[in-house]
Antibody, heavy 121, light 108 residues
Framework: QVQLQESGPGLVKPSQTLSLTCTVS??????????WSWIRQPAGKGLEWIGR???????NYNPSLKSRVTISVDTSKNQFSLKLSSVTAADTAVYYC?????????????WGQGTLVTVSS | SYELTQPPSVSVSPGQTARITCSGD??????AYWYQQKPGQAPVLVIY???ERPSGIPERFSGSSSGTTVTLTISGVQAEDEADYYC???????????FGGGTKLTVL
């Protein structure tokens, strides 16, 4: 059974860079043809897809966030990571990592529990 | 940018049938997926590729597609089905994923 776990600072100052890591267990991140995604959800609001990475390192991002987002993968650690630069209060949200999101052909079938990131000085 | 449109809320009595719609221009070309989210929990996949049900999801959950609209149907709604439901798909080129705004299902 694949499991995902988000980790990283719960508080980030405005204008700084938010950094989160997702650790995958129960299987190798590089086995199979899987994409790995980040999704966020502000309190009381809906889900927003941030971006995805393939184990080859190929990425796609939400057009509305593309200029500020970088997703990377470390297959040796079975992890993938999110960096979101120049954050503001509007970036305060629960951030989820998930397996999937391959352009319409696969579901987001395994999710982490989510981690709350607050942007505040 | 591409959008998926869902009704904000749907209310049904226990035992009735709930139907939640999701509309988007690329849906004839792209599969849709449905997720159930209960308060304080991560979303759970309930329907994939328009109408397929993952193992462990009750048979009362079903999905269908017609043109630019996909529908999640919950037959014989139970109190435990009260949750937020999100559709998800991709833009026409498959470059990025999109979620609908979510529908709050209330079991009266």
């Amino acid at each position: 059974q694949v499991q995902l776990q988000e980790s990283g600072p719960g508080l980030v100052k405005p204008s700084q860079t938010l950094s989160l890591t997702c650790t995958v267990s129960g299987g190798s991140i590089s086995s199979g043809s899987y994409y790995w995604s980040w999704i966020r959800q502000p309190a009381g609001k809906g889900l927003e897809w941030i971006g995805r990475i393939y184990t080859s390192g190929s990425t796609n991002y939400n057009p509305s966030l593309k200029s500020r987002v970088t997703i990377s993968v470390d297959t040796s650690k079975n992890q993938f990571s999110l960096k979101l630069s120049s954050v503001t209060a509007a970036d305060t949200a629960v951030y989820y990592c998930a397996r999937g999101g391959c352009g319409g052909d696969c579901p987001l079938d395994y999710w982490g529990q989510g981690t709350l990131v607050t942007v505040s000085s | 940018s591409y959008e998926l449109t869902q009704p904000p809320s749907v209310s049904v009595s226990p035992g009735q049938t709930a139907r939640i719609t999701c509309s988007g221009d690329a849906l004839p070309k792209q599969y849709a997926y449905w997720y159930q989210q209960k308060p304080g929990q991560a979303p759970v996949l309930v329907i994939y590729k328009d109408s397929e049900r993952p193992s462990g999801i009750p048979e009362r959950f079903s999905g269908s597609s017609s043109g630019t609209t996909v529908t999640l149907t919950i037959s014989g709604v139970q109190a435990e089905d009260e949750a937020d439901y999100y559709c998800q798909s991709a833009d026409s080129s498959g470059t990025y994923e999109v979620f609908g705004g979510g529908t709050k299902l209330t079991v009266l």
